[in-house]
């Protein structure tokens, strides 16, 4: 059974670095054709794709946002990890991680993120 | 405003059937990337619905059905459940974004 939870503060400064953490298990991203996808939803609106990282350490970024992104993995760990700088409040969101093999198949819960001073 | 086109609501009596579009362009569905959909109920996380333009994940009833077309996808349920009445998102891949992951901007489906 596949599960992804996502971690991290549920409050961070405008101008200020969030780091959020993928915890996984049920699979392993060092298995061919996996990957890790970062998806938000500020509230009230759509999905945004944010990034992802694939088995082969491949990565793709969301262009509009690319220039503050960074995800990197650690595969001993199950751990994917996601970095977005220079917060600004219309980065307030949820933001999901989801395990990324035929389409975005299993998702984790989200966890909330405020951008307030 | 998103790279895939969606209209921003449908609804349908129970038992009918209902349709969502996904217009997108040739740098995206025209490009031959497969287009996914996902099913959200307010206040819970995406789920996938049909992945690889056609196909079910196990668990989807079968009155869920996906289909591609030039540079569109769509969606149609059919037999409309109460429980139907959620946010619908298609998503694929656009070569021009870097083959970055884009999303729709969303359908909320009501059931009358």
């Known amino acids: 059974q596949i599960t992804l939870k996502e971690s991290g503060p549920t409050l961070v400064k405008p101008t200020q670095t969030l780091t959020l953490t993928c915890t996984f298990s049920?699979?392993?991203?060092?298995?061919?054709?996996?990957?890790v996808g970062w998806i938000r939803q500020p509230p009230g609106k759509a999905l945004e794709w944010l990034a992802l990282?694939?088995?082969?350490?491949?990565?793709r970024y969301s262009p509009f946002l690319k220039s503050r992104l960074t995800v990197t993995k650690d595969t001993s760990k199950n751990q994917v990890v996601l970095t977005m700088t220079n917060m600004d409040p219309v980065d307030t969101a949820t933001y999901y991680c989801?395990?990324?093999?035929?389409?975005?198949?299993?998702w984790g819960k989200g966890t909330t993120v405020t951008v307030s001073s | 405003q998103s790279v895939l086109t969606q209209p921003p609501s449908v609804s349908g009596a129970p038992g009918q059937r209902v349709t969502i579009s996904c217009t997108g362009s040739?740098?995206?569905?025209?490009?031959?990337?497969?287009v996914h959909w996902y099913q959200q109920v307010p206040g819970t996380a995406p789920k996938l619905l049909i992945y690889?333009?056609?196909n079910r994940p196990s668990g989807v009833p079968d009155r869920f059905s996906g289909s591609k077309y030039g540079t569109s996808a769509s969606l149609a349920i059919t037999g409309l459940r109460a429980e139907d009445e959620a946010d619908y998102y298609c998503?694929?891949?656009?070569?021009?974004?870097?083959?970055?992951?884009?999303f729709g901007g969303g359908t909320k489906l009501t059931v009358l």
């Open positions: 040739s740098s995206n569905i025209g490009a031959g990337y497969d």
């Open positions: 998503q694929s891949y656009d070569s021009s974004l870097s083959d970055s992951g884009v």
């Open positions: 690889g333009n056609s």
């Open positions: 049920g699979f392993s991203l060092s298995n061919s054709g996996v990957g």
């Open positions: 989801a395990h990324r093999r035929m389409g975005l198949d299993v």
């Open positions: 990282i694939y088995w082969d350490d491949d990565k």
